[in-house]
């Protein structure tokens, strides 16, 4: 494999375990910058003949992916299989918020999972982080969720979903009145308030919020 495919199926592993760039490069005793500078910059070009193979044990794939020698013929359908298991089984969604580490971030989801959620096309999903406590408990401040902005005004349901609003995105449970058509604005936190029977032209809607993901307290 190319050097640039190289720190593309790395970064890809490393997204897939919800792993960091730190701790990976803890794992083969660099500097807490090391893994980060060879993906983002390509230094060093390659990975060190013990880094690889350390990286490729702990993320179960074979060194050829990570810059190894060919497998031999022998070892060929497995590296094949693992090769496609640690790129094309995934799929890196991009990060369209101020929560995100950094510009250009992704969080990586199984390709096949994340086709059976969404309305349609993959790549029409984004990660927004929530900003707030106006959704507590179903969404905490800082939860990374995944929106379809594919499924939005045209079919409107009841549901939770990302609005623009002053600049920012706001997450809200929408609910149409089917009397009026209007649409009611809530938030599962009762200290917020509510309001009944907004114009469904008056919403700016990124999408629809279809799963989150949150660390464990």
């Given at each position: 494999m190319n050097a640039v495919a190289v720190r593309r199926t790395l970064d890809t592993l490393i997204q897939a375990r919800r792993e960091d760039y730190a701790s990976v490069s803890r794992l083969i005793g660099r500097n807490p910058t090391y893994i980060q500078q060879f993906i983002r910059r390509g230094v060093p070009r390659k990975l060190d003949e013990d880094d690889r193979r350390t990286l490729a044990r702990h993320f179960d794939v074979p060194e050829h992916v990570l810059g190894g020698p060919?497998?031999?013929?022998?070892q060929a359908v497995v590296a094949r299989a693992a090769e496609a298991t640690a790129i094309d089984d995934y799929l890196l969604v991009p990060c369209l918020d101020a929560g995100a580490d950094d510009a250009g971030a992704a969080l990586a989801f199984q390709a096949r999972w994340i086709s059976g959620l969404c309305s349609g096309d993959p790549q029409a999903l984004a990660v927004i982080h929530?900003?707030?406590?106006?959704?507590?408990?179903?969404?905490?401040?800082?939860?990374?969720?995944?929106?379809?902005?594919?499924?939005?005004?045209?079919?409107?349901?009841?549901?939770?979903?990302?609005?623009?609003?002053?600049?920012?995105?706001?997450?809200?449970?929408?609910?149409?009145?089917?009397?009026?058509?209007?649409?009611?604005?809530?938030?599962?936190?009762?200290?917020?308030?509510?309001?009944?029977?907004?114009?469904?032209?008056?919403?700016?809607?990124?999408?629809?919020?279809?799963?989150?993901?949150?660390?464990l307290r």
């Open positions: 060919p497998a031999r013929v022998g929530v900003d707030g406590d106006a959704m507590e408990p179903t969404l905490s401040h800082g939860d990374p969720v995944l929106v379809d902005t594919a499924d939005g005004s045209a079919a409107l349901r009841d549901g939770i979903y990302a609005l623009r609003s002053g600049g920012g995105v706001l997450m809200k449970r929408l609910t149409r009145n089917p009397a009026t058509q209007g649409i009611a604005i809530r938030s599962d936190n009762p200290r917020w308030p509510d309001w009944e029977d907004s114009p469904a032209e008056s919403l700016d809607i990124v999408g629809r919020v279809i799963w989150v993901g949150r660390e």
